[in-house]
């Protein structure tokens, strides 16, 4: 085991205040993260260097490489949009896919991940788009349009055709199971 | 520019290096941002420039507009565009004020957008406000919360109300946050500047103890999670469960979380029992004289009787090791500890079974089958490349599965076939009962045989010791097989739902498992107890104990057989067969019973935790890596969380109550034996109390316990009362919950009118809109959309005779719309009633605020069209 003295411990107890995970999980991700690129992320943190690591590094981490939405997560959770990441989104990241992040936080972060067009609603071609990751194009475009169809349908509760971070949290509730599955062990 | 502002603004608390650095960073963003602020018109003598602005302004537009999560800034500038307009008049800014704030020009100063004010007001709060504006665009772009002024108001609440909170409060709230780390860090960097200036108002030194206080606080926390660090180190088998999650999903890691639960129960009442009873008797220890052959570990026979591995060999003195001194009273030890046992296990289950209804079971009727088949479905610890790829394909077949069944649902089944699915159905449940019951008569009538066998004599020899294992074999054989017949039986059947057909299955597997556990129950206390044997309580355990051994032994061998050599077959032989799936009910259905077998032991043999650690680590394992080795994930989508929630019920309702019903009888009713245990001599174990308590009453000291031994733990009148009030509180908190069940469906009924309004309101307004191709449409549009802007001075502006000016603004606008077509189909095409949007995206509880703006933007519509009949447009 590495030593944890990363950077300063008021530093370290400022990220944990800041974020849903504990000290253990912060060190090991500080690790995760260094270890992507080590040539460019320094050891010592206490000057706040400007590291940024691209998204093709991000997206090969082994949690990462094969989840099909994998360049979402990055993207929602990057500073720029883009998917690369500093120290701060990379810890942002893994905090919200923790088991200790509340239900709101996770079906926030969830919602902006199936918010492919970014209009803070999930409409019919998110839906779309999301079925086509789920399923690895294997429907025809016409039973793809039928379930995005029923999924509105159901879940949208005030009529807009589209869905609402109001509407999925509704959903959330009703499906207990997103708390333990919209997580990635680190 | 803005960089020098924020320097005139500068405040003590800026010197955290942290603000300063943020500040400065962002110190380029602001210029940029500069250019899009409204605000900027009262810039004293910056007439070049903002002749350049106004150049620029129309482009700002549809840049903010197209901004995500910006509809709001559309009606922003908007109101700018009018009040700084050459022919801006007083009334248009008095009438479209969307804040108090926004009136940075007071009345009494108002003039021409273009001969700007120099006082110093106004430049202050110009300053005032640029220094927000930033972490306003920050706080919009990376949530999507929306541009207008209130939400730096609703930011400095934000910060006020967290500035109120206690620090573990706090800490809380701003991890619930959904910013990114660093605005986090900056919301606190404000809250933490808002309590200093208050403890600084409040008093000007802080008192040394609650300095003291924060410090040992702080240390406190640091050790805590130096603590956790090495806690972590020890926690291994986090990597396992990781492994497992990544190949087959979180319904098989839901097995081997349960698991690991039960392990660490198991380990909990190993520490109780033998901190709290073992050690003392080890202090009184006699020597043991029987040799150890090896085949005790099976039996648990001959060397073990006279170990404190049973109830047999435990004392019933009282252990004191200095004369005179402190002395331990074994009996009282025992039963208590046992008690107390029970006791935190039913709080540590009750609690858990409470804690995952409330999270699992929230409203399970209205759950939304296909959406959430779609949104909520993918399992993100699945992170092997093989388990995604048949994951996709899983979730397609499903998908396809869906879309035919929603024809086949339509075809009604005719009554004949309902007969006949009805007779199986019927058929399979006698079946599967009638197994059940003679599986508890085989076991029944073994047991009383092989009791005669002890009775008779005690032979150590091979052939007893044979017969011994008798029993359990055929127990565990028979939980082993008969599961094999339901679920043939369940695959004849045909079930509604997949979920019927595991819950039928269960019901009938806990049904078996419980009713032979029951016999046995009925065989140990009935006849065992009742037998002339030397020690019976020593019988008893060590038959749990064989029970314990072979169960664990054929667990083995089922992950042997049933899913290695399935394997083997299915990948050699019958290829169609394929890998096998893990049987998860089947599973937990045996850790369950292995538990509720411990439990049942505990009274008899107060270390068999040990041997259930030891069966459940390795059981651990090997399932691991047979897993690994043979298995394919599961197919279904298995409700995990559901199931984890029965699954823990299952484990309190029949097999904890059943357990305490069970020592319950054996501690009050039963006569423990005369020449072993801690209990002999006594008419029953609790008479260890009583007798106590006798005692206990010549001592004036301990007068109170006896007190409420008498009036309250043996008083009937007291537990009457208990159970009424009980009773009382529950049938309060059900009619509560009924209430708020009708206020549920209320609610929902209120979001759905809400969407039908917001449909009737855009329906309306479009049809405005494609009425009057004029220019005058989408003036209307700005009108309403500022509508949302809520303004107590507005309504009676709307009604003063001021119609010309109304109606010029809105021709204003409607040029600037001929001018910027874009803009407008922008405007247009964002969504429009932004008030209504807003409403519906805050949470839950503003539904009546919701409301309140809808209606009132229906208001706005209606006035619109009063104008429109009085004033028709050219």
Redesign the interface.
């Given at each position: 085991m590495k030593g944890f003295g990363f950077f300063t411990s008021s530093n370290r107890l400022f990220f944990l205040i800041l974020s849903c995970t504990d000290n253990y999980r912060l060190c090991i991700l500080f690790y995760r993260y260094r270890d992507l690129a080590p040539q460019l992320v320094p050891l010592d943190y206490t000057h706040k260097p400007d590291v940024t690591l691209p998204y093709e590094l991000i997206g090969s981490m082994p949690e990462l490489k094969d989840n099909p939405f994998r360049q979402r997560i990055a993207e929602v959770f990057s500073e720029d949009g883009d998917g690369n990441m500093t120290l701060d989104n990379f810890l942002d990241m893994f905090s919200v896919l923790s088991e200790m992040a509340p239900r709101d936080l996770k079906a926030y972060y969830a919602f902006k991940i199936y918010d492919f067009n970014n209009d803070d609603y999930i409409c019919k071609s998110d839906l779309e788009k999301t079925v086509n990751k789920l399923t690895r194009n294997e429907l025809t475009p016409e039973e793809v349009s039928l379930v995005c169809e029923k999924v509105i349908y159901e879940a949208d509760a005030d009529n807009d055709g589209k869905l609402s971070l109001e509407d999925f949290q509704h959903m959330i509730i009703r499906a207990p199971d997103f708390l333990s599955t919209f997580h990635i062990r680190i | 520019m803005s960089y020098h502002y924020n320097k005139a603004f500068e405040n003590p608390d800026y010197h955290l290096s942290e603000t300063l650095?943020i500040n400065r960073r962002r110190s380029p963003q602001e210029n940029l941002f500069s250019y899009q602020a409204p605000y900027g018109a009262s810039l004293p003598g910056s007439y070049g420039e903002h002749d350049g602005r106004e150049q620029n302004y129309p482009l700002a537009i549809p840049v903010a507009s197209m901004r995500?999560?910006s509809e709001y800034r559309g009606g922003l500038p908007r109101v700018n565009v009018l009040s700084r307009s050459p022919y801006g008049s007083f009334t248009d800014n008095l009438s479209f004020e969307p804040e108090p704030e926004l009136a940075y020009n007071p009345p009494s100063t108002f003039h021409s957008p273009y001969t700007h004010s120099t006082s110093n007001r106004s430049e202050d709060d110009f300053i005032w406000r640029r220094d927000r504006r930033p972490h306003d665009e920050i706080f919009m772009t990376s949530s999507?919360v929306f541009e207008t002024n209130p939400v730096w108001k609703e930011e400095e609440t934000l910060v006020g109300n967290l500035a109120s909170m206690s620090t573990n409060e706090r800490?809380k709230a701003?991890?619930?946050?959904?910013e990114?780390?660093?605005k986090?860090?900056e919301i606190?960097n404000k809250v933490l500047k808002e309590i200093t200036k208050k403890s600084r108002h409040r008093s000007t030194h802080l008192s040394c103890c609650t300095q003291c206080l924060q410090g040992i606080a702080?240390s406190f926390?640091?050790f805590g999670?130096?603590l956790?660090?090495y806690f972590?180190?020890l926690q291994l088998r986090?990597n396992t469960?990781?492994v497992i999650?990544?190949e087959f999903?979180?319904s098989v890691l839901?097995y081997f979380i349960f698991l690991k639960w039960l392990l660490t129960f198991n380990i909990f009442s190993l520490l109780i029992n033998f901190s709290f009873i073992t050690i003392p008797q080890f202090l009184a220890a006699e020597p043991n004289n029987l040799s150890f052959t090896g085949l005790e570990l099976l039996t648990g026979a001959g060397y073990f009787q006279q170990t404190v591995l049973y109830y047999g060999f435990y004392t019933n003195a009282t252990i004191s090791k200095i004369k005179n001194g402190p002395s331990y009273n074994m009996q009282l030890a025992y039963i208590f500890t046992v008690g107390l046992y029970f006791v935190i296990c039913f709080l540590i289950l009750l609690f858990s079974i409470a804690k995952s209804f409330w999270?699992?079971?929230?409203?399970?009727q209205?759950?939304?089958?296909?959406?959430?088949k779609?949104?909520?479905?993918?399992?993100?610890?699945?992170?092997?490349?093989k388990a995604?790829?048949l994951k996709?394909?899983n979730?397609?077949m499903q998908?396809?599965e869906?879309?035919t069944e929603v024809n086949w649902e339509v075809l009604s089944v005719s009554a004949k076939e309902r007969v006949v699915c009805i007779s199986i159905n019927f058929a399979s449940w006698v079946a599967s009962l009638g197994t059940a019951l003679a599986a508890c008569a085989g076991v029944y009538f073994l047991s009383t045989n092989n009791l005669k066998l002890f009775v008779k004599g005690h032979r150590n020899d091979l052939e007893s010791q044979a017969a011994m294992l008798v029993l359990p074999v055929v127990t565990s054989l028979l939980n082993a097989f008969i599961p094999f017949f339901y679920s043939w039986l369940g695959r004849l059947e045909r079930f509604k739902t997949p979920g019927q057909h595991i819950y039928v299955t269960i019901t009938r597997n806990i049904i078996l498992k419980i009713s032979i556990l029951g016999i046995l129950c009925y065989y140990w206390l009935g006849i065992v107890a009742a037998s002339e044997s030397q020690c019976w309580e020593t019988l008893v355990g060590q038959d749990i104990y064989r029970l314990i051994v072979v169960d664990f032994i054929f667990c083995l061998l089922g992950s042997f057989f049933g899913e290695f050599l399935r394997r083997i077959i299915g990948t050699t032989v019958y290829v169609s067969l394929g890998l096998p799936e893990f049987d998860i009910g089947r599973n937990v259905l045996d850790l369950i019973y292995a538990q509720t077998l411990t439990w049942v032991g505990i009274l008899f043999s107060p270390l068999l935790p040990v041997i259930q650690i030891i069966a459940f680590s390795i059981v651990f394992y090997v399932k691991k890596v047979s897993l690994m080795m043979n298995c394919q994930p599961p197919r279904k989508v298995w409700?995990?969380?559901?199931m984890t929630t029965s699954f823990i019920f299952l484990l309190f309702f029949p097999s904890f109550v059943g357990v305490l019903a069970v020592i319950g009888v054996t501690v009050w009713r039963l006569k423990p034996s005369e020449e072993c245990g801690p209990f002999r001599g006594l008419s029953s174990m609790y008479a260890a109390v009583s007798e106590w308590i006798e005692i206990l009453e010549n001592y004036t000291a301990s007068k109170w316990v006896v007190w409420i031994y008498h009036n309250l733990i043996t008083s009937e009148l007291f537990f009457f009362i208990l159970s009424t009030l009980v009773l009382i509180v529950t049938y309060i908190y059900w009619q509560i919950i009924e209430g708020r069940k009708t206020m549920t469906k209320l609610l929902?009924k209120q979001?759905?009118n809400?969407?039908?309004d917001?449909?009737f309101l855009l329906e309306q307004l479009r049809s405005l809109q494609r009425a009057k191709q004029t220019p005058s449409a989408p003036g209307g549009q700005g009108q309403a959309g500022q509508s949302s802007s809520y303004h107590p001075s507005r309504q009676p502006a709307q009604q003063v005779p001021d119609y010309p000016g109304r109606a010029f603004d809105r021709n204003q606008n409607a040029s600037y719309n001929n001018e910027y077509p874009d803009a407008a189909g922008i405007l247009r095409g964002t969504g429009f009633p932004p008030g209504l949007e807003r409403a519906?995206?805050s949470?839950?509880p503003g539904m009546s605020e919701a409301v309140a703006i809808a209606l009132r933007a229906r208001e706005a519509a209606e006035l619109e069209d009063q104008y429109d009949d009085t004033y028709p447009q050219p």
């Open positions: - | 650095e995500q999560g999507s800490i701003i991890q619930k946050m959904p990114t780390m660093k986090k860090r606190r702080v926390r640091r999670n130096s956790s660090e972590h180190l986090y469960l990781k999650g990544a999903g979180t839901s999270r699992n079971f929230i409203n399970p209205a759950y939304s089958v296909n959406a959430s779609l949104l909520c479905t993918w399992d993100f610890n699945i992170t092997n490349e995604v790829k996709q394909k979730l397609s998908i396809k869906d879309l409700r995990t969380a559901q929902y979001i759905s809400e969407g039908k917001k449909m519906q995206r949470s839950g």
